[in-house]
């Protein structure tokens, strides 16, 4: 299992900041971006609460980084398998790796990112999961909005 | 010519755009974000103003679009070529048609859209690229950084 101690909190903190979306009536995706065991910022969707259709979870929480020089000793944490817009910026940034709690309820980016050669974690995190299941049940259109079918 | 009096307008949009970053001290790197002759929302790179990453021209302009529940009919006029960022949220927003002023200075994901079935127009706009050129060669590393190189 190539998950360490480190890489289960900053999954926890992913699952926390998606919580944290759902609780402000946001959607449950969040994301957290660590060089180490060392936390550069964490950030959730802000769809709903900013209007902002760019502000995935794990674009939320670049954007909170600020300006890094470089990204290739970072992991990025997020409770929901990258989209595209998500995915294309991973590769941008050069994110040399990245922790995935949940592939279940969307997913398909991975082959894309490892073909960029980053090394892509399925963490398969029940909570994060069972959130996201819920969240589409009862919210379809906001989720085919977020995913813009 | 693919280029209609409208598509000639927001292209001189795109490029004020990126011209008031440079005045602002930012990357001049704009973009307008139309449906047919109907602008939705303009922007600009804001790596340097407000010290976010994920703010290219592109993202900064359909950020300030807001919520679309469909970018079907619309088409993203650029000053510069997308990086792997702005071109993955292209194909994830599902936006069929991209115009770009400058692939001299910056390119490579024009096939990455085509593949996805968009079609992209090199407007080959002169101001753009000689604005970007001039740029690039006073601030290397502000450019290298944007880029993630």
Chains 1, 2 share one sequence.
């Not at 998950?3 to 994301?31: C, V, Y």
């Not at 964490?42 to 909170?64: F, T, W, Y």
């Not at 922790?99 to 980053?118: C, P, W, Y």
């Amino acid at each position: 299992m190539p998950l360490s101690p480190t890489d289960l909190g900053f999954i926890e903190l992913s699952f926390e900041e998606a919580k944290r979306s759902l609780e402000q009536g946001g959607l449950p995706i969040g994301s957290a971006l660590a060089r180490g065991a060392t936390l550069i910022a964490s950030g959730h969707n802000q769809r709903v609460q900013q209007g902002d259709p760019i502000a995935h979870g794990e674009m939320d929480c670049l954007r909170k980084a600020g300006r890094q020089l470089t990204y290739r000793n970072t992991t990025l944490y997020t409770s929901l398998s990258p989209c595209m817009m998500c995915a294309g910026t991973i590769v941008q940034f050069k994110i040399p790796r990245v922790v995935i709690n949940d592939t279940i309820n969307f997913g398909g980016n991975e082959a894309f990112l490892r073909s960029h050669g980053i090394e892509v974690i399925d963490a398969a995190h029940a909570p994060s999961i069972d959130q996201m299941r819920t969240f589409i049940a009862a919210n379809p259109a906001l989720w085919n909005e977020d995913i813009m079918e």
